[in-house]
């Protein structure tokens, strides 16, 4: 049989009957909100929320006998250093074990458990291993504790009046958390409490299996926060060693004052075009804030012995730039990639980042005799900051050369940023990120293009490295044998 004409149809077509219209929608009406349609659908939904909850217990209590069966098996594996421990702690008159207020499951207060590291030998050991922290398998033993969930904070954190903090504290805090991965990987720019309600959100098995993969490379070879100089010299490059808060107070700092100041980002490619171009060598030395970006220079810092604090790079930085730009009410302006492609930035900025004011875009090919009309145009868009994407060296040494005609208190070199945020190129999941990969990710992406700065390139950079250590160890033993 033949279907009628719909509802929509019937709307258009000329034998359109009102009141048989009006008696149909009556009729649904009646049907979705008698007595009966009413109790259906409170039905629904109270099967909906069971089979919800339900699926949340059979998860959580698999979660309990992984951390049980996972921890008595460590804590059994582990039994040669408890025992040691308690001679030790006997032998000393010192207690085993130092306890720590803690909040756990529905902010019920615990003591979190790690060795008591005394000024010995062994005290050294424990705390140089990272075995202190094996007595906190017996929080997760007892259930204070899981292996994966939020962070594990003191109490005095959390506000119990607060829903949000109510809603973090129905899961068990982890040792291992998703904050802890983003710290290690320096990658921690959202604040603790942002991640944390972030795992609660995607509780489940998938998170947790994603989270425990993603430790690896965080313990094998992650590093937090490091207490390093504010300036450190790398490869002849003058760093300004800062975490990504310090260099963003630093923008901010540039943006009240009168004079116009350079801000550049170096990375592993940037410092071996510096080791050729000396222009662009001046320009970095020169420059009011040279950043350390990307993990090539926080693994030179680490062969240099001298600690990069954070991986700070424009592209993590622009949304938290974002945020303190409309708070403080400064202006934009965006010069640089393909035609359209500042423009897309400036929508993405104006749906993502509403009251910051964008000045004025404007694409980067542009010859010679256009560059006094560029400069001008920034001029008089009256922009505080300026966000030049043209790659380095050349956004670099562009910006040195107009800095006091183009009238802005901060002009940065953002290199691709661009199009990463116009979304003309993906940015590399947070995973890689974490891990560290983010150049493989932008190799995959443009491996025409990319191949020689991260194969070849990269090399290159880290054999410099090694003979800037190796000429700092020379100098040493110089020093050592001249006679005083
Ligand atoms: N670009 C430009 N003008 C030019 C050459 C390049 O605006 O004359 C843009 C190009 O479209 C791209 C950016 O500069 O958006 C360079 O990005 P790249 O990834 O090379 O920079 P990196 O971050 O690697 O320094």
Redesign the pocket.
Known sequence: MMAGPGLKERMTTSTFDRNAMRQEVLESLDRRFSTRGILRMRLQRRLHRALFWLEMRVLFTLKRVVDLGASLFLIALTLPVFVPARIFSWMGRYPMLDRARRAGRWLRVFDRLTFTCPDTLWGGFLRRSGLRILPVFLNILGGDMSFIGPRCCAPEELDPADREVRRRSSVRPGLICSWWIRNRSNIAYDTEFSVDREYVDHAGLKTDIGIALRAIPAVLYGQGVDVAPDRIRMLGIPINNLTMDEALDEVMRSLEGTEGRQVCFVNA??ANIAYRNADYWRRLNSAAVVLADGIGMKLAGRMLKKNVRENVNGTDMLPRLLDRLKRAGHRLYLL???PG?AEDVRQYIEENHPGVTVCGTR???FNDEEEAEVVNGIREARADLLLV????P??DLWIGQHLEALGVKVAMGV?????FYSGRIPRAPLWMREAGFEWLYRFICEPRRMWRRYFVGNFVFLWRVMLEKLGAKMDHFERRRRPR
């Open positions: 490619d940037c640089g990639a393909k492609v694409h980067g090919y994407a043209f790659g380095a050349q956004q290199g691709g940023l661009f199009d």
